[in-house]
């Protein structure tokens, strides 16, 4: 079952390419850990920047490392939608369990062209389960609700990841969609509220540098122990707002470096981050023992 914390796994370069060697080593910490999933190749994996080659490549490493110890939640989507079912096609193939499916950016579609977008996605599953990522800031298009509840109707269509910032949303899409629609928050600064309003986990950014905290966190949410679920909440707090000073994943792909785990390595346009950041992470990151 999807549930807790699933983390938006960062990708490692080293040189330019993909460094295997530390995907691997970062799956394997992720698991012993807590983590209940891992998502390659979204936001946070640095998608956009992938071709394909290396996208597959990713999700292909993410399925073979993780060998079923935990839910591999795999990155598929395009503002093209035939890109986009030939992602979720070869997420399929190699064995991952779900797709996650970013609203289409730059193009954007009307209602009716997301409902369309993901009716054929949809459509295109042999079986492997879909999860919708709204994302408006990100992709400037916000799916309805009533538009979600009509695609949570079809049969591969299971979820969303919510970055509305919208707390309200939580209970009008468990009122409208069908009943056992998932709900992940988008944004681990919201997630405590997002669960006590009836979420089912977070697909985390903070989870890649705390994922023993973050699997905490959730696993109290999810028995109803709220109270010592926000006190994990506000011991975190301060890291929910520096990894994002600047844009993701620049900051979260720092403070590995910054633990050992991976490079501090992007891929254009993103650039390393400021000095002014990197000093007020390294204080947080003194402040939570990360090294």
Request: with cysteine; aromatic share 6%.
């Amino acid at each position: 079952m999807l549930k807790g914390s699933i983390v938006a796994i960062v990708t490692p370069f080293k040189n330019g390419d993909i460094d295997e060697f530390s995907l691997r080593s970062l799956i394997d910490w992720h698991i012993s850990e807590g983590t209940h999933g891992i998502v390659p190749v979204g936001t946070t994996g640095e998608s956009p920047t992938l071709n394909h080659h290396e996208h597959q490549q990713v999700v292909e490493i993410t399925i073979n490392q993780v060998n079923k110890r935990v839910p591999v939640i795999a990155g598929a989507g395009s503002n093209s939608t035939s890109e986009a079912i030939s992602l979720l096609n070869h997420a399929e193939d190699a064995g991952a369990d779900a797709a996650l499916v970013v609203t289409p950016y730059y193009n954007k579609p009307t209602q009716e062209g997301l409902y369309a977008h993901f009716k054929a996605i949809n459509d295109a599953s042999n079986g492997i389960p879909v999860i919708i990522y709204n994302i408006p800031p990100r992709s400037i298009v916000d799916m309805s609700i009533e538009v979600m509840a009509k695609l949570s109707k079809l049969n591969n269509i299971i979820g969303v990841k919510d970055a509305t910032s919208d707390l309200s949303r939580v209970e009008k899409q468990k009122t409208e969609c069908d009943e056992g629609f998932l709900q992940f928050s988008g944004e681990d600064i919201t997630a405590y509220e997002f669960m006590k309003n009836g979420g089912n986990g977070c697909i985390s950014v903070t989870a890649n540098v705390l994922p023993k905290l973050c699997s905490e966190f959730q696993t109290l949410c999810i028995k109803g122990n709220f109270g010592d679920a926000l006190k994990i909440h506000k011991k975190i707090e301060p890291i929910h707002n520096a990894l994002f000073l600047e844009t993701s994943p620049a900051p979260v792909k720092y403070v590995l470096s910054k633990m050992g785990l991976i490079k501090d390595e992007l891929r254009l346009p993103l650039v390393n981050l400021r000095q002014e950041t990197k000093e007020i992470l390294d204080k947080v990151i003194v402040d939570l023992d990360l090294i």
